[in-house]
């Protein structure tokens, strides 16, 4: 059995790319006479969405990493 951590690191990659959306989206300058182009609301939801997913992937490469570890101690 092989330990697989792409799920896990995919996860990361997808929370982090959630996160550069959202900063862009902060961060992009008004538009004359459109008033506020960016809903800020939205963003800091899917902002702290995205922690939240980061969080938990991090800590499901933590418990494949411990069970590898355990599973290694246990075979020698």
């Not at 300058?29 to 969080?55: C, E, I, M, Q």
């Amino acid at each position: 059995m092989t330990i697989d951590f792409s799920t896990p690191l995919q996860g990361l990659q997808t929370a982090m790319d959630r996160v550069f959306t959202a900063g862009r989206q902060i961060a992009q300058p008004a538009k004359a006479n459109s008033g506020d182009s960016v809903d800020l609301s939205a963003a800091a939801v899917a902002l702290l969405d995205a922690r939240h997913a980061f969080d938990a992937n991090v800590k499901v490469t933590k418990t494949v990493d411990e069970m590898a570890r355990t599973r290694i101690d246990v075979l020698g």
